[in-house]
């Protein structure tokens, strides 16, 4: 099954996530307005958001006056969706491979929209067409992705200490395969888009702060919640608690806490975030 290696991940860890869902939306905020602003909604619009995750694009659709549908592969999330916003319509299923007309009936949609959720597809050209069937003449698309791993900290701060004490080697990861970066280069984005029926496809940088001392704290508790939310910060958790102990464990934290506090400036944990904001028309 397409991306059924991706459900079982986002299954799990968007248990983490939901947890954190204050943190991630507080630390991940201009990139979020980034987004609305370029996909430019409106009460007169039909909006699909792809890879919904908890709903914080849902919210800010539903709020706009839209009707608002999301699709999700991760139950975990699902769920969480559709308590946050019970105006939306929800659907548990892969983007990839579901008609989103078929699954939610009604008009196609003016605005597909996504952050951070689009670069996981095995066929990223099959599931962008699938898309464009499901938009309306002129419906614009806009979507937030990461750019490289070495410009966004935020992608290893406080996780390389949970890898080395795992003492796992990271395996080769080609540039295009599916999982946060998969986007990165500006090239294959366009190239992706334009092979499934997408145009005027305009790929802009989104240069941000991720303010986790956003609550008045210094940001390590908020960076070492969102830290152990990820897939990485799980499996430590599963592995090493047991293995530790829990006095051990408490320790192996405060040595990811001393790292992470270390990236402070003036007090408090500021990373740079480097993102693309994309649009097209369909």
């Known amino acids: 099954m397409a991306n ?14 939901v947890e954190q869902e204050a943190v991630f939306d507080a630390t991940f905020a201009p990139i979020t307005d980034a987004l609305l602003a370029a996909a430019d909604l409106a ?4 909006v699909l958001d792809v890879g919904c995750g908890s709903g914080t694009l849902l919210a800010a659709a539903v709020a706009s006056g839209a009707e608002t549908v999301g699709v999700d592969l991760s139950s975990t999330m699902v769920e969480a969706a559709r308590r946050r916003v019970p105006d939306a ?5 892969d983007a990839q491979t579901t008609d989103p007309l078929a699954a939610a009936p009604g ?19 099959a ?10 003449p002129g419906a614009r698309l806009a979507f937030a992705c990461w ?20 003492g796992e080697e990271p395996a080769p990861v080609a540039a295009d395969a599916p999982g946060p970066m998969a986007f990165a280069d500006p090239d294959r984005t366009r190239a992706v888009l334009s092979g499934a029926g997408w145009t005027d496809v305009v790929v802009e940088p989104l240069d941000v702060t991720l303010d986790y001392a956003y609550d008045g704290s210094d940001g390590v508790d908020n960076r070492l919640a969102t ?16 293995e530790l102990g829990p006095a051990g464990w408490a320790s192996l934290l ?20 480097a993102t693309w904001i994309v649009t097209a028309t369909a």
Do not use: K
Not at 129 to 135: M, N, Q, S
């Open 4 to 17: 059924e290696e991706m459900r079982a991940t986002w299954t799990d860890s968007g248990t983490g996530w």
């Open 254 to 273: 405060d040595d990811v806490r001393r790292h992470v506090a270390a990236a402070r400036v003036d007090g408090a944990l500021r990373l740079p975030a």
């Open 227 to 242: 830290v152990l939310a990820t897939t990485t910060g799980r499996r430590a958790r599963a592995r090493l608690e047991p």
């Open 107 to 125: 008009r196609p949609f003016d605005r597909v929209v996504s952050r951070f959720g689009v670069m996981f597809f095995d066929d990223p050209v």
């Open 89 to 93: 319509t929800v659907l548990l299923a």
């Open 127 to 136: 599931a962008f067409r699938r898309l464009h069937e499901a938009a309306a």
């Open 43 to 46: 009460p007169a619009h039909r």
């Open 147 to 166: 750019r490289s791993y070495a410009e966004n900290p935020t992608m290893s701060l406080g996780q390389d200490v949970l890898v080395e004490r795992l």
